[in-house]
């Protein structure tokens, strides 16, 4: 039992190093990468949790694919081996300011809170796909299938959009 | 897992909101300020999961906003970036303090 507790502070101390990173380093393609290893590591968490497709879903479409979109903008940007401009300081040491006292205010309001303990026994350790595949396509009470349609006509949306707005428009060729 | 309280789970989560929201104050180029985006909604995610493994494992409902927002966010990642990159054509950065043309 004390090997699941070392695995979990493992895994959170290098969330939050890497997110850390990610957000101060000063090479922009570092920072993506820093950015893939956080993301990795949150995918671990959810392996921990024991919600293993929720942790290939994070894997797929994070790593797989926002991260490389990321890697190939910033390609398409700027030089990858310039450094990003300083940022100003008084913004940085009030922007930390602001972030601390945040943290701490829900830290505290966290530590008050009692969550009360469920009444119905679990599911199985391991949610299987087929149980989640069943209720994200049913249409009965507790069914998801109208968020899945809502979401697939959102994603058609966005892929037209994608393209309207990089397609170069004819009078801009020269 | 009862041997880690789902407060530390949470505590992990709202760190990690931070350092996003810490990333969007600091950062001035639009890509870095979209990965701390991320950042805070994967903060998100944690929590949703968190909260159905721990106070409802009888049901699936967090695992299914979990998915829905990690579709909505690839949708937003491939939007944002669609824009950054016309709007490099147009001006030559991707720096937000460069983009004030629609500025009063």
């Known amino acids: 039992m004390i090997g699941s507790e070392v695995v979990f502070y493992i895994l959170s101390a290098f969330i939050l190093v890497t997110g850390g990173l990610a957000v101060t380093t000063r090479k922009i393609f570092r920072s993506a990468i820093w950015l893939l290893f956080c993301l990795t590591g949150i995918a671990g968490l959810y392996f921990w949790l024991g919600m293993l497709f929720i942790a290939a879903v994070q894997i797929v479409v994070y790593v797989g ?13 700027q030089q990858s081996g310039k450094d990003l401009p300083p940022p100003v300081r008084s913004r940085t040491i009030l922007s930390a300011l602001a972030v601390c006292i945040g943290f701490v205010l829900t830290c505290i309001l ?24 069943t209720q994200l396509l049913d249409t009965s009470e507790h ?10 006509i959102l ?20 | 897992m009862p041997v880690i ?7 992990l989560s709202t760190a990690l909101f931070f350092i996003g929201m810490y990333g969007l104050f600091t950062r001035r180029n639009m890509i870095t300020m979209l990965m701390s985006v991320e ?4 903060s998100v995610n944690i929590n949703f999961v968190a909260f159905n ?9 967090g695992l299914f906003f979990s998915l829905f927002i990690i579709a909505i966010a690839a949708a937003e990642a491939a939007v944002a970036i669609a824009i950054i990159i016309n ?7 991707v720096d937000v303090e460069a983009a004030d043309d629609m500025k009063f």
Do not use: M, W
């Open chain 1, 65 to 77: 694919g926002i991260v490389v979109l990321i890697i190939f903008s910033i390609f398409l940007t």
């Open chain 2, 5 to 11: 309280p789902l407060h530390y789970i949470l505590f």
């Open chain 2, 87 to 93: 709007l490099y054509r147009n001006i030559r950065s």
């Open chain 1, 143 to 152: 069914g998801y299938a109208l968020p899945f349609e809502v979401i697939s």
């Open chain 2, 53 to 61: 493994k721990y106070l409802y494992p009888e049901n699936l409902e």
């Open chain 1, 110 to 133: 966290l530590r008050n809170h009692t969550f009360g303990a469920s009444l119905h026994p679990p599911l199985a350790d391991h949610i299987s796909v087929e149980a989640i595949g």
């Open chain 2, 39 to 42: 950042l805070i909604l994967n």
């Open chain 1, 155 to 174: 994603l058609l949306a966005a892929l037209i959009a994608c393209i309207v707005l990089a397609k170069r428009s004819k009078s801009e060729e020269k």
